[in-house]
């Protein structure tokens, strides 16, 4: 009999198709982002996984290729979806010397796009009995989508790094949940007041422990918990300082 795979057991990946969308709403929700509202004829409910938190690939035109056949795609959460008038929201990040920064702060309610999907956030399991998240201002969106999911029946601690006071955002928070917003220093290097904070936590065994913001910070985490015995664990990478499309 010929033996099973070594991989038999992996859940098979779902397969991702991209749509076309059209900008619909254009909102600066705070200094330093904003938000997209994108629609259009073809169904996006697919391109929307269940976690909360997750996220599509958006493609959008290279404006120095007049034929329209070069793209750019980038990774952004799903902050919100609308599932009756078939629109997703997305909060792009308007950081320097960005590609989709400067396509989404020029572009025009109108403006075609495409976007592909579905992709998971993992966000701690209803298993955790805690959850303790880190992020920044790219890791937002889903940390703002994880918290307004909680109904209440576990504590839920996040920390935001932001460079700028003004991108604090009111989120809706459930009974036993809190943010703390943490402020990141001219010249310090990126995640920096993450790690200071993260350092200082103590992790139970059954919490729920997500990060995701400069890879650098993200790689400093790792080492942080390794070993360490958790009922959830994710860490990711959102982009590199100094490196474009990047991709973990
Ligand atoms: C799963 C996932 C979900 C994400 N969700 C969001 C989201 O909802 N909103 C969002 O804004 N971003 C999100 N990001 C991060 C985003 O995909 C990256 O920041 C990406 O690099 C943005 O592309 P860009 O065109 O702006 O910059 P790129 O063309 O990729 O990079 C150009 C330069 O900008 C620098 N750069 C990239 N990001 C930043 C930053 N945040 N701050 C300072 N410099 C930067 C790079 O190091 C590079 O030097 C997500 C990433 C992942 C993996």
Redesign the pocket.
């Given at each position: 009999m010929p033996s099973a795979p070594a991989n038999a057991t992996r859940p098979a990946r779902r397969p991702t198709v991209s749509r076309d969308v059209v900008v619909t709403a254009r909102e600066q929700i705070t200094e330093h982002m904003l938000r997209l509202t994108l629609g259009g004829d073809d169904d996006l409910a697919p391109a929307v996984h269940g976690t909360p938190g997750s996220?599509v690939k958006l493609f959008v035109p290279d404006p120095r290729d007049p034929s329209g056949s070069t793209e750019?795609g980038?990774?952004?959460?799903v902050r919100g979806f609308n599932p009756m008038s078939n629109e997703v929201d997305?909060?792009?990040?308007l950081?320097d010397?960005?590609?989709?920064?400067r396509w989404a702060e020029s572009c025009a309610v109108g403006e075609t796009a495409r976007v592909g999907g579905p992709r998971p956030s993992g966000a701690p399991g209803r298993d955790a009995a805690s959850m303790q998240l880190f992020g920044d201002?790219?890791?937002l969106?889903?940390i703002a989508a994880i918290l307004e999911r909680e109904r209440g029946h576990r504590p839920i601690r996040a920390w935001v790094e932001l460079a700028d006071d003004a991108d604090r955002q009111e989120i809706a928070l459930s009974r036993g949940a809190g943010i703390t917003w943490l402020r990141r220093e001219v010249g310090a290097a990126p995640g920096s007041a993450l790690m200071d904070t993260a350092t200082r936590q103590r992790f139970e065994p059954d919490a729920g422990v997500w990060f995701a913001a400069e890879a650098g910070a993200a790689q400093r985490f790792r080492g942080l918990v390794r070993g360490l015995a958790l009922a959830d664990l994710h860490i990711?990478g959102?982009?590199?300082?100094?490196?474009?499309?990047?991709r973990e």
């Open positions: 996220w750019h980038r990774a952004y959460t997305i909060d792009v990040f950081h010397g960005g590609t989709m920064p201002e790219t890791s969106p889903a990711q959102y982009w590199r300082a100094g490196v474009g499309d990047y």
